[in-house]
Antibody
Framework: QVQLRESGPGLVQPSETLSLTCTVS????????VNWVRQPPGKCLEWMGV???????AYNSLLKSRLSISRDTSKSQVFLKMNSLQTEDTAIYFC???????????WGQGVMVTVSS | DIVMTQGALPNPVPSGESASITCQSS???????????LNWYLQRPGQSPQLLIY???TRASGVSDRFSGSGSGTDFTLKISSVEAEDVGVYYC?????????FGAGTKLELK
């Protein structure tokens, strides 16, 4: 069955770089896109970016200067890297499968990231 | 960016009653394909969002037929008939027409 699982550090220092991994199973990264979405505590969902099956990417313009999404298809992993973290980046980070450009049909359980010194 | 605006529910909703959640987009979500790129998700407390409805009115696999979606190009409604305890959570609409993929602020459903 389709599964996505996020992993990464729970605590990041301000101004440092966040690195998260989304490990997928039950589908191929060359056939489906994977998105990153985040949710600050008690707030709504913010789309961050996507890496498509062909390997190309699209980013939220508000984050584009700090954000990079890549993948390793042999390991079924998608990576998020975001630099210059601030306290406002404290959030739950989700990865979600993109069903051919129409909707997110499967989501990971999310990973909580706190930006604090 | 396309702005998604959601309405509030008159919480709490009595169990067994119906509930309708509204969502409005700042731009028509009608695609040249004829499909309307509006999705609905439910985020139960402590869980990740789950897909309920896509293309405005198509129920996702395994979703109860108590959920139905309707609307026009810019005004949308998610109707929940006979609300149950498992329906409690926050409902989000999302547009998939353009980047960035934007969500509404969410509508909370509480059960009486």
């Amino acid at each position: 069955q389709v599964q996505l699982r996020e992993s990464g550090p729970g605590l990041v220092q301000p101004s440092e770089t966040l690195s998260l991994t989304c490990t997928v199973s039950g589908f191929s990264l060359t056939s489906y896109g994977v998105n990153w979405v985040r949710q600050p505590p008690g707030k709504c969902l913010e789309w961050m970016g996507v890496i498509w099956g062909e390997g190309n990417t699209a980013y939220n313009s508000l984050l584009k200067s700090r954000l990079s999404i890549s993948r390793d298809t042999s390991k079924s992993q998608v990576f998020l890297k975001m630099n210059s973290l601030q306290t406002e980046d404290t959030a739950i980070y989700f990865c979600a499968r993109d069903n051919y450009g129409s909707h997110f049909d499967y989501w990971g359980q999310g990973v909580m990231v706190t930006v604090s010194s | 960016d396309i702005v998604m605006t959601q309405g509030a529910l008159p919480n709490p909703v009595p169990s067994g009653e119906s509930a309708s959640i509204t969502c409005q987009s700042s731009k028509s979500l009608l695609h040249s394909s004829g499909k309307t790129y509006l999705n609905w998700y439910l985020q139960r407390p402590g869980q990740s969002p789950q897909l309920l409805i896509y293309w405005m009115s198509t129920r996702a696999s395994g979703v109860s037929d108590r959920f139905s979606g309707s609307g026009s190009g810019t005004d949308f409604t998610l109707k929940i008939s006979s609300v149950e305890a498992e329906d409690v959570g926050v409902y989000y609409c999302q547009q998939f027409l353009e980047y960035p993929r934007t969500f509404g602020a969410g509508t909370k459903l509480e059960l009486k």
